[in-house]
C-alpha cells in the first residue's frame, strides 16, 4: 500500500528527471559580426539603406565591411558619405582620409572629403581637396563647390572664375548663373571688377541715406519705425514659403523682442532693373550668440515720394 500511495503521490508511474534547457547563444554585440556574414551580403544591405536613407543602419552595415575589407577604399567612401548625410562631420572625414590614403586617385574621395572639410570650417583645406579632386578628374558639382569656398575665404575673383567654367558646362542650370552674377556683383563692388566710372548719381546718394535709415530703424528694434520702409505689397519668399507684410511684421516682432540687434552693410551696389530699384550689399548681423554674413538684395520702388521695399532676398556668404 505504501508503494501504490507514493506511486499515485507523485502522479503514478516512473518519476522522470526533466531535462535542463540549454541557455540560448546570446545575441550579438550591436556592430558585432554574425555567424555567415560576408562582405558581399553585408555591403549590398548597406548600399540598400543607404539608397532609402536609413544612414544609421548603413553606417552600421559599412563599419561591419570594414572588419572584412579593411583595405578597401570604396567600403571608406560608402562609410564617410553615410556619416556627411547623418551630419557626423567629424568621423565623416576621419572615413574619407583613410579612402585617400588607400587610393590617393580617387576624385571622389577627395572630392567629399574637401566637402566635409568646408562643413567643419577648414575651408584652405577643402580648397586644397577640391584642387586636387578637380586634378585627377573634371566635375562640374566639384568645381561649383570650389567656387562656393572661394566665396567664404574672400576671394570672388578665383570664385568667379569657377563659376564662369561651371557656367560654360552647364548654361542651362540657373542656379550656377545666379552665383555667377552675384560673385560678378560683388567683386565689382570691391573694386575688382567692370563697374560704372564716374560720380554716383545723385537719386543713388538718395537711396544710400534711405538704406542707412532703414538698417537704424532695424538695429534699434523700432519695428513701426521698421515696417514704414517696406510696401503694402511686401512679399518675402523663401526656403519656408511667402510672407505678406503681416506676417513679416510678426516674424520680425519676435526676432526683436530676443535682445540686441547689430548689423553692418558694405559694398552698397545700387541699379535700376525692370522698373525696380535694386539695392544689393553684403550684410553682417548679430543677436546675443548668433551670427550671419551674407549677400543681402532690396527690390524697391518709389510710391508717392517715398521709397517702399516691395521684395527682399538674402544668401549666406
Same mark, same amino acid.
Given at each position: 500500500?505504501?508503494?501504490?500511495?507514493?506511486e499515485?503521490?507523485?502522479?503514478?508511474?516512473?518519476?522522470?528527471?526533466?531535462?535542463?534547457?540549454e541557455?540560448?547563444?546570446?545575441?550579438p554585440?550591436?556592430?558585432?559580426l554574425?555567424?555567415?556574414?560576408?562582405?558581399e551580403?553585408?555591403?549590398?544591405?548597406?548600399?540598400?539603406?543607404?539608397?532609402?536613407?536609413?544612414?544609421?543602419?548603413a553606417v552600421?552595415?559599412?563599419?561591419?565591411?570594414a572588419?572584412?575589407?579593411?583595405?578597401?577604399?570604396?567600403?571608406?567612401?560608402?562609410l564617410?558619405?553615410?556619416?556627411?548625410?547623418?551630419?557626423?562631420?567629424?568621423?565623416a572625414?576621419?572615413?574619407?582620409?583613410?579612402? &585617400? *590614403?588607400?587610393? !590617393?586617385n580617387s #576624385?571622389?574621395?577627395?572630392?567629399?572629403?574637401? @566637402?566635409?572639410l568646408? =562643413?567643419?570650417? +577648414?575651408?584652405?583645406?577643402?580648397?586644397?581637396?577640391?584642387?586636387?579632386?578637380?586634378?585627377?578628374?573634371?566635375?562640374?558639382?566639384?568645381?561649383?563647390?570650389?567656387?562656393?569656398?572661394?566665396?567664404?575665404?574672400?576671394?570672388?575673383?578665383s570664385?568667379v572664375?569657377?563659376?564662369e567654367?561651371?557656367?560654360?558646362?552647364?548654361?542651362?542650370?540657373?542656379?550656377?548663373?545666379?552665383?555667377?552674377?552675384?560673385a560678378?556683383?560683388?567683386?565689382?563692388?570691391?573694386?575688382?571688377?567692370?563697374r560704372?566710372?564716374?560720380?554716383?548719381?545723385?537719386?543713388?546718394?538718395?537711396?544710400?541715406?534711405?538704406?542707412?535709415?532703414?538698417?537704424?530703424?532695424?538695429?534699434?528694434r523700432?519695428?513701426?519705425?521698421?515696417?514704414?520702409?517696406?510696401?503694402?505689397?511686401? &512679399? *518675402?519668399?523663401? !526656403?519656408?514659403? #511667402?510672407?505678406?507684410?503681416?506676417?513679416?511684421? @510678426?516674424?520680425?516682432? =519676435?526676432?526683436f +523682442?530676443?535682445?540686441?540687434?547689430?548689423?553692418?552693410?558694405s559694398?552698397?551696389r545700387?541699379?535700376?532693373?525692370?522698373?525696380?530699384i535694386?539695392?544689393?550689399?553684403?550684410?553682417?548681423?548679430r543677436?546675443?550668440?548668433?551670427?550671419?554674413?551674407?549677400?543681402?538684395?532690396?527690390?524697391?520702388r518709389?510710391e508717392?515720394?517715398?521709397?517702399r521695399?516691395?521684395?527682399?532676398?538674402?544668401?549666406?556668404?
Amino acid at each position: 500500500e505504501g508503494t501504490a500511495a507514493g506511486e499515485e503521490a507523485s502522479g503514478g508511474g516512473e518519476i522522470r528527471e526533466e531535462a535542463i534547457p540549454e541557455r540560448p547563444a546570446p545575441a550579438p554585440a550591436p556592430g558585432a559580426l554574425a555567424p555567415g556574414d560576408t562582405a558581399e551580403r553585408l555591403f549590398a544591405e548597406a548600399k540598400l539603406a543607404h539608397a532609402n536613407g536609413d544612414y544609421a543602419k548603413a553606417v552600421e552595415g559599412y563599419r561591419k565591411v570594414a572588419r572584412l575589407r579593411p583595405d578597401d577604399s570604396h567600403v571608406q567612401y560608402n562609410l564617410g558619405s553615410a556619416l556627411f548625410s547623418e551630419g557626423k562631420y567629424q568621423e565623416a572625414l576621419a572615413a574619407f582620409d583613410r579612402a &585617400v *590614403a588607400l587610393d !590617393p586617385n580617387s #576624385a571622389e574621395a577627395h572630392h567629399f572629403r574637401g @566637402a566635409t572639410l568646408e =562643413k567643419l570650417g +577648414r575651408d584652405q583645406e577643402a580648397i586644397d581637396a577640391l584642387k586636387r579632386s578637380l586634378e585627377l578628374k573634371e566635375s562640374y558639382k566639384a568645381r561649383w563647390l570650389l567656387g562656393v569656398v572661394y566665396e567664404k575665404v574672400g576671394d570672388y575673383a578665383s570664385a568667379v572664375q569657377e563659376f564662369e567654367r561651371v557656367a560654360q558646362a552647364q548654361p542651362e542650370n540657373e542656379k550656377i548663373g545666379q552665383y555667377l552674377e552675384e560673385a560678378r556683383m560683388i567683386l565689382a563692388m570691391k573694386g575688382g571688377g567692370d563697374r560704372p566710372a564716374g560720380p554716383e548719381a545723385p537719386a543713388h546718394q538718395r537711396e544710400r541715406a534711405w538704406l542707412e535709415q532703414w538698417r537704424q530703424a532695424w538695429e534699434s528694434r523700432d519695428l513701426d519705425r521698421y515696417m514704414s520702409f517696406y510696401s503694402e505689397a511686401f &512679399v *518675402a519668399r523663401g !526656403p519656408k514659403g #511667402a510672407r505678406d507684410k503681416a506676417a513679416w511684421r @510678426a516674424h520680425k516682432a =519676435k526676432k526683436f +523682442r530676443r535682445g540686441k540687434i547689430h548689423v553692418r552693410i558694405s559694398d552698397v551696389r545700387i541699379e535700376e532693373k525692370e522698373g525696380l530699384i535694386v539695392i544689393s550689399f553684403v550684410q553682417d548681423y548679430r543677436r546675443g550668440g548668433y551670427h550671419d554674413h551674407g549677400l543681402k538684395k532690396l527690390f524697391v520702388r518709389d510710391e508717392g515720394g517715398k521709397l517702399r521695399i516691395v521684395s527682399e532676398e538674402w544668401r549666406r556668404l
